[in-house]
């Protein structure tokens, strides 16, 4: 038998401005991505048009039975110039949310998804100083203008993938590899995080305020504890220890991270499944296992603002998002309080570095035309939301 889930318990979708808009030029993505050495498989090009057919996705999102449709604000529009606000921007913005209200459908915002203008990364990007003061002037522009709209907020979304990818991998924009600058930067979020969520709460409106995390299940070989515990402070700690008092943490998990008795990383069990998009291990447990961590150091309410599978095969995805809310329905049994579960992500959209391979999207999206088709796990992730319980075949698992 299903279980049924507490009342207030969330569902929802999410996407982000640079990975659904389109044409996005202004930041340190559009130009990361077109650098001949970046790796980058794609550009992200014209996306998929949401900047013009947001209103389209929404309505998919609410007829599908989800509660929440979580988006991100693109800096670049809404701040072409260190301090030029387009007034054209946040009215846009402001009309997104909106139509959220509209549709009966509670819209949760993302003040910063992985892009920052490209006035700002000339100078630096997240490495210079100055970014935390003109990130949270842009917050309190933000919100002053449409915060009484708002039903959620992120203030930074995986600010410690920001930092490793951009930073130490150089793997996503600014394609950086010096740990000196990863050091900062992790510093230089941090804080950013801390006065942001400041001014989010000092603005109008009256809504919860929290950080996502990318959090993931660890593993290593009997004798590399001490190697694990350091690597995962590092990566996670660093960032959950000061969220701790606020409204909630954000947890997105998609598979596990396996630190050698060297304490560094391992590549992914090669006698296990994989997810062949994102080259790592299939693994719908690092759920339950954020979830966990993200309580045992925070004490926060958790919301899980993202999880999927990037696949083909929707059968796959389906198999994937049971296992997964299985995990969490464990973290309910245990008392543990988790209030919603977003899917990444509704459309099948712009996967940074990887392109447009990756197929996370419970609705497929045609690349030359837009017309966007919803896949046999839409419709039953949304039943799953409209009835709030958690599928059988994830009940005892």
């Known amino acids: 038998m299903s279980v049924t889930l507490p009342d207030g318990f969330v569902w929802g979708v999410a996407g982000a401005a640079h990975q659904i808009e389109g044409g996005n030029w202004n930041n340190d993505w559009w130009a990361f991505e077109h650098t001949p050495d970046s790796g980058c498989v794609d550009v992200s090009g014209d996306a998929c048009d949401s900047l013009h057919r947001y209103p389209d996705d929404i309505a998919l999102a ?68 100055a970014v935390v003061d003109k990130f949270t002037r842009f917050c309190e522009r933000s919100v002053a203008h449409f915060g009484d709209l708002i039903a959620m907020a992120c203030t930074i979304n995986e600010p410690n993938i920001v930092s490793l990818m951009g930073y130490l991998t150089g793997r996503f924009a600014p394609g950086r590899r010096d740990f000196a600058l990863y050091g900062k930067v992790n510093e230089h979020l941090r804080d950013a995080h801390r006065r942001s969520y400041e001014a989010l709460k000092a603005g109008p409106g009256d809504f919860p305020v929290g950080l996502t995390l990318s959090m993931s299940d660890w593993y290593t070989p009997e004798g590399g504890e001490e190697g694990l515990e350091r690597a995962r ?13 606020d409204d909630y943490i954000g947890v997105q998990a998609y598979t596990r991270t396996r630190i050698g008795l060297d304490g560094l990383p391992m590549d992914p069990d090669p006698d296990g499944p994989t997810v062949e998009s994102m ?96 896949k046999p796990s839409a419709a039953w992730l949304g039943a799953l939301a409209r009835a709030n319980e958690l599928p059988e075949s994830a009940v005892g698992a």
């Not at 402001?94 to 139509?99: E, H, N």
């Not at 700690?237 to 008092?245: A, C, E, N, Y």
């Open 233 to 245: 402070a590092m990566h996670e700690d660093f960032f959950l220890t000061p969220t701790r008092g």
């Open 62 to 129: 609410a007829g599908l039975g989800f509660d929440t449709y979580r988006f991100s604000l693109e800096w670049s529009r809404i701040e072409p110039e260190d301090g030029e606000f387009s007034r054209a921007a946040l009215d846009h913005y402001r009309r997104m949310l909106a139509t959220c209200h509209e549709l009966g459908i509670a819209p949760v915002v993302t003040f910063h998804h992985f892009t920052t203008p490209r006035w700002m990364a000339d100078r630096g990007d997240w490495a210079e100083p």
């Open 279 to 374: 080259g790592y291990e299939y693994w719908p447990q690092s759920l339950e296992a954020a979830i966990r961590h993200a309580i045992d150091v925070t004490g926060n309410p958790v919301y899980v603002t993202e999880n999927g599978i990037g696949v083909d095969d929707d059968a796959v995805r389906i198999k994937f998002v049971t296992e997964a809310l299985a995990g969490l329905g464990r973290c309910l049994a245990d008392g543990l309080d988790v209030r919603g579960y977003t899917y990444w992500s509704l459309l099948d959209n712009f996967e940074w570095a990887e392109g447009y391979k990756p197929r996370f999207g419970l609705v497929s999206v045609d690349r030359d035309t837009f017309e966007r088709t919803p």
